[in-house]
């Protein structure tokens, strides 16, 4: 298991160096940064906190100097960690999943794009909850037909202040409208607490539909989208890449994956659980 | 395009075949691509080793059938689709 060592917060000097990948917000506006150093990578979140991993695998983070402390625990579990993971051979994608008693639905996309309130959701609306914003899978390894299970995580949304009053009626008030917080599920919500197969992956529009669009993707644009949704350490080391792009490729022939928007109407979300249940039912077990 | 000249996908190129078509990720750039299933089998030539514009034709004949000029050309177009994206080399003859 990673572990993080933590260090004192310090101001975020300049590297010297250009970062090899940056990741960008769907704004356009560079999230992080990632320099190669003598000891190994340096995976910068401007004015967040910076994670120095060794060659060995180690994890040392020193908080950027005012920034919320939280924020470091926060951005190891839900970016480091499945980046080493997938560094390491796993499959670590970026959504929420729910589940029900036919098996589990995987909900990808950008930061922003609704995954954790459909989720929510979905919980709300009798689904177990899975996981949120970092979706593992682990593969079957002895079966004929590949299966892939959902790993649950700890019951937690992050959301933004207005969902979190929709969902959960989270006292929100004093709550900084432009970052997540952290909310317990409402005691009534279903928390699934082994791995479930996932049944269909769904992939979020920008929200500009009129009205609930679900369209099976072929595997091929299914695995040109996932490729989005991916956390990938080292964008340079070839052989892992290629690996994980086979790994991809295998998901997204194995399991029906869906594009899907909606109007981003909180008054929609029950319409969208229903067709996508529907999708999920309907669909091909391929 | 010269049948002669001698084309290699690129390094920086990682694909997979998908259901009977290639998915190219170009490392360098980030981007992908979707080849149908005559540009698959193409892509599946090129990733082997290091070929001439002839010989790619020689293969595509022999397992499409339709007339030579018909393949030179087609094969020719695609070849230059590829290199204006990035995704082979070209070396000339």
Redesign the interface.
């Known amino acids: 298991m990673t572990a993080m060592r933590r260090e004192k917060p310090r101001l975020q000097e300049p590297m010297g160096t250009p970062a090899y990948d940056q990741w960008m917000t769907p704004d356009g506006e560079a999230k992080a940064g990632f320099y190669r150093t003598s000891g190994g990578i340096l995976v910068r979140f401007y004015g967040e906190a910076d994670f120095e991993i060794s060659d060995n695998g180690a994890v040392r983070c020193s908080p950027a100097l005012g920034a919320d402390q939280s924020i470091a625990e926060n951005l190891f579990a839900n970016a480091i960690k499945p980046m080493l993971a997938n560094y390491n051979g796993g499959l670590n994608l970026h959504g929420s999943a729910v589940a029900d008693a036919q098996g589990g639905l995987a909900f990808l996309g950008q930061s922003r794009s609704g995954k954790t309130t459909l989720a929510g959701a979905c919980g709300g609306a009798g689904m177990a909850f899975v996981t949120e914003d970092v979706t593992e899978l682990k593969q079957d390894s002895g079966q004929s037909q590949r299966r892939y299970w959902l790993q649950p995580k700890a019951p937690e949304l992050r959301l933004f202040a207005d969902s979190a009053q929709h969902l959960l009626g989270a006292a929100a008030d004093d709550w900084d409208e432009g970052a997540k917080h952290s909310a317990s599920l409402n005691p009534d919500m279903a928390v699934q607490n082994t791995p479930v197969p996932l049944r269909a992956i769904f992939l979020l529009g920008d929200g500009s539909a009129q009205a609930v669009q679900i369209t099976l993707l072929?595997?091929?644009?299914a695995?040109?989208q996932m490729?989005q949704h991916s956390f990938v350490l080292d964008?340079?080391d070839?052989a892992r890449?290629?690996a994980h792009?086979?790994r991809l490729?295998d998901l997204?022939?194995d399991v029906p994956c869906f594009a899907l928007d909606y109007p981003r109407d909180y008054s929609a979300l029950p319409q969208v659980i229903a067709a996508v249940r529907a999708a999920a039912l309907e669909s091909p077990v391929q | 395009m010269n049948l002669h000249d001698t084309i290699a996908a690129s390094?920086?190129v990682?694909s997979?075949e998908?259901?009977g078509?290639a998915?190219l990720?170009d490392?360098a750039s980030?981007q992908?691509f979707?080849l149908n299933a005559v540009g698959s089998a193409i892509w599946q030539i090129l990733g082997d080793a290091p070929v001439t514009m002839a010989a790619l034709c020689d293969e595509v004949e022999a397992e499409f059938d339709a007339p030579r000029d018909v393949i030179e050309a087609d094969v020719s177009e695609l070849i230059e689709e590829l290199a204006m994206a990035g995704l082979i080399t070209r070396k000339a003859a």
């Open positions: 072929t595997s091929q644009n695995l040109s490729l964008v340079e070839k890449l290629k792009f086979a490729a997204a022939m | 390094d920086d990682v997979r998908v259901n078509e998915v990720l490392l980030g992908y979707g």
